[in-house]
């Protein structure tokens, strides 16, 4: 997962630099393909992938919020639809939103506080558990004969890739740095450069965290973790309470920066849709204060909660994953377009390894693809589905649009 999502960085840098624009994706797949395809993915990317993360991760903030206060729980109810887990997920959605629409400013010092919180609590966290974390039953269980039977026949590498989805869903919003590309200074180097040396240290930290875990828990205390509390059980493990205490505020400190900066970064995509007449033209309008896309955020947040209250958001994640994967693929085939098209663009970085690597990035994120559709297909075909509604929606709007300029 790490190799693949950081082959693909290695081909967006190209694009970023290329294309410094608020947006990101958006406008690589617009200036490759067309609007439409732009379209499909702020689509997707609006009813789904952005907003139902936001809501998963702001939800995960409230359930490692129950470690100190009880009663933050999904079985207390406040109202018949609202749980009080819910409501300070929405609370916190609401907060970070608010602050968002006080300047890029005050939303990257938010942003650039709890990156370096989180990141030295994972470096604690990895530090702490290869000292003194090694519990013999769990590395005997995890790392002796796990793998014993298992031959690398067709049934094997089919079992890897299905199994690839949550991890590559756990890496996923790597690109959310491309969203904000109009308000980076020196956009054109330090876009590929961020993309490249960020994919890079989350790569290691979850390759870190995740030895830590298995050289802690047997599998089957990670697969049955109380409330998915895979992180405070591996830290109770190692130092009883009071380390599960503090990894589930180093976890608070983690998600809520991860919120962050989801909601800074999305609603640079939905802005970019309005300009191009293809979003609510009021989504357009910049805050002349404080130059944020106000209204953008706000959608963004209204969405989001409503998201957090249906409680079906992971679910939509599920769905979505085969969309966000084949996104992914059509923009780096769109490097190649553009390359054949687009000879003159300026490119002040160009893709390590064209054409070799965005093919095979292309080639490995197709097979898992193909595996998706055969043998999780409850999962694929809604997620498929879901983007090609936007098709007769882009329709629509390009001619209400047509009859509003009439």
């Given at each position: 997962?790490?190799?693949?999502?950081?082959?693909?960085?290695?081909?967006?840098?190209?694009?970023?630099?290329?294309?410094?624009?608020?947006?990101?994706?958006?406008?690589?797949?617009?200036?490759?393909?067309?609007?439409?395809?732009?379209?499909?993915?702020?689509?997707?990317?609006?009813?789904?992938?952005?907003?139902?993360?936001?809501?998963?991760?702001?939800?995960?903030?409230?359930?490692?919020?129950?470690?100190?206060?009880?009663?933050?729980?999904?079985?207390?109810?406040?109202?018949?639809?609202?749980s009080?887990?819910?409501?300070?997920?929405?609370?916190?959605?609401?907060?970070?939103?608010?602050?968002?629409?006080?300047?890029?400013?005050?939303?990257s010092?938010?942003?650039?506080?709890?990156?370096?919180?989180?990141?030295?609590?994972?470096?604690?966290?990895?530090?702490?558990?290869?000292?003194?974390?090694?519990?013999?039953?769990?590395?005997?269980?995890?790392?002796?004969?796990?793998?014993?039977?298992?031959g690398?026949?067709?049934?094997?590498?089919?079992?890897?890739?299905?199994?690839?989805?949550?991890?590559?869903?756990?890496?996923?919003?790597?690109?959310?740095?491309?969203?904000?590309?109009?308000?980076?200074?020196?956009?054109?180097?330090?876009?590929?450069?961020?993309?490249?040396?960020?994919?890079?240290?989350?790569?290691?930290?979850?390759?870190?965290?995740?030895?830590?875990?298995?050289?802690?828990?047997?599998?089957?205390?990670?697969?049955?973790?109380?409330?998915?509390?895979?992180?405070?059980?591996?830290?109770?493990?190692?130092?009883?309470?009071?380390?599960?205490?503090?990894?589930?505020?180093?976890?608070?400190?983690?998600?809520?920066g991860?919120?962050?900066?989801?909601?800074?970064?999305?609603?640079?995509?939905y802005?970019a849709?309005?300009?191009?007449?293809?979003?609510?033209?009021?989504?357009?309008?910049?805050?002349?204060?404080?130059?944020?896309?106000?209204?953008?955020?706000?959608?963004?947040?209204?969405?989001?909660?409503?998201?957090?209250?249906?409680?079906?958001?992971?679910?939509?994640?599920?769905?979505?994953?085969?969309?966000?994967?084949?996104?992914?693929?059509?923009?780096?085939?769109?490097?190649?377009?553009?390359?054949?098209?687009?000879?003159?663009?300026?490119?002040?970085?160009?893709?390590?390894g064209?054409p070799?690597?965005?093919?095979?990035?292309?080639?490995?994120?197709?097979?898992?693809?193909?595996?998706?559709?055969?043998?999780?297909?409850?999962?694929?075909?809604?997620?498929?589905?879901?983007?090609?509604?936007?098709?007769?929606?882009?329709?629509?709007?390009?001619?209400?649009?047509?009859?509003i300029?009439?």
């Open positions: 997962t790490a190799l693949l999502t950081i082959t693909a960085a290695l081909s967006y840098g190209e694009l970023a630099a290329a294309m410094p624009h608020a947006g990101g994706q958006y406008v690589y797949l617009r200036e490759a393909f067309g609007p439409l395809f732009g379209f499909l993915y702020g689509w997707t990317l609006f009813l789904v992938i952005q907003t139902g993360t936001i809501a998963a991760v702001a939800v995960a903030f409230a359930k490692f919020a129950g470690v100190f206060f009880p009663s933050v729980s999904a079985e207390n109810a406040v109202l018949p639809f609202l009080s887990q819910q409501l300070v997920a929405i609370g916190i959605l609401v907060l970070l939103t608010w602050v968002n629409t006080q300047g890029v400013k005050t939303g010092i938010v942003q650039n506080v709890f990156t370096v919180a989180k990141t030295a609590a994972l470096l604690g966290l990895i530090l702490f558990g290869f000292a003194v974390g090694r519990n013999e039953v769990a590395v005997a269980r995890n790392f002796g004969n796990f793998w014993g039977n298992a690398w026949n067709f049934d094997t590498i089919r079992l890897v890739g299905v199994a690839m989805v949550g991890a590559l869903f756990s890496s996923d919003a790597w690109n959310n740095v491309t969203f904000t590309a109009g308000e980076i200074r020196n956009p054109k180097r330090n876009l590929p450069l961020s993309l490249v040396l960020g994919v890079c240290a989350v790569s290691f930290l979850y390759i870190a965290c995740n030895f830590v875990y298995l050289n802690a828990l047997p599998l089957e205390q990670i697969q049955n973790a109380p409330q998915d509390r895979v992180a405070t059980a591996v830290a109770t493990q190692i130092s009883g309470r009071p380390g599960s205490e503090v990894l589930a505020v180093a976890i608070m400190v983690s998600t809520f991860c919120v962050n900066g989801m909601v800074l970064a999305g609603a640079r995509v802005y849709m309005a300009v191009d007449g293809l979003f609510f033209r009021q989504v357009a309008v910049v805050d002349p204060k404080h130059h944020v896309p106000v209204v953008s955020l706000w959608l963004q947040c209204l969405w989001g909660c409503g998201l957090t209250l249906t409680g079906r958001y992971n679910d939509l994640l599920d769905y979505v994953i085969f969309a966000v994967l084949l996104f992914y693929i059509l923009t780096i085939a769109g490097l190649f377009v553009l390359r054949r098209t687009r000879p003159e663009m300026e490119r002040p970085y160009k893709a390590f064209y070799f690597l965005p093919a095979l990035y292309m080639t490995i994120a197709g097979f898992i693809e193909v595996l998706l559709l055969l043998y999780k297909p409850n999962y694929t075909w809604p997620g498929l589905i879901i983007v090609l509604l936007g098709i007769p929606v882009y329709f629509l709007w390009r001619s209400r649009d047509r009859a300029a009439r």
